[in-house]
């Protein structure tokens, strides 16, 4: 299984959260990597990805509480959710996707290769 969340869990409004995405893909390729979400009854949602070059990007409903970080050392991917509300409440999933030629790694990419199991978080108002 190449990405293993860990880190959700339920938590009041407003409080923090961090989650871990362990992966195990090749360090030879670059991947655009990044966080979705999928709460009951909607779509699943790219709210964070983070490129091979270091850059990142969000999605507006968690620009400027939500960061996303990765550590090459450690293999791992991160999300640092804070202030979080009632809406953020859904299954969090770690996705990946080698990189090719012309590719821009957005939070519109629909098509990630590898997902994870996905980690709930819920959020109590």
């Known amino acids: 299984v190449p990405l293993v969340e860990s880190g959700g869990g339920e938590v009041q409004a407003g409080a923090s959260l961090r989650l871990s995405c362990a992966a195990s893909l090749s360090r030879y390729m670059p991947h655009c990597m990044g966080w979705a979400r999928q709460a009951p009854g909607k779509e699943r949602e790219v709210i964070a990805v983070f490129d091979q070059d270091g850059s990142t990007e969000y999605a507006v409903s968690v620009q400027g509480r939500f960061t996303i ?3 090459d ?3 791992t991917l991160s999300l640092q959710m804070n202030d979080l509300k009632s ?3 859904a299954m969090y999933y770690c996705a990946a996707i080698r990189r090719y030629l012309g590719m821009k790694c957005t939070v519109g990419i629909t098509n990630f290769e590898y997902w994870g199991q996905g980690t709930q978080v819920t959020v109590s108002s």
């Open 73 to 75: 050392d450690k293999r």
């Open 69 to 71: 970080s990765k550590d």
């Open 87 to 89: 809406e953020d409440t």
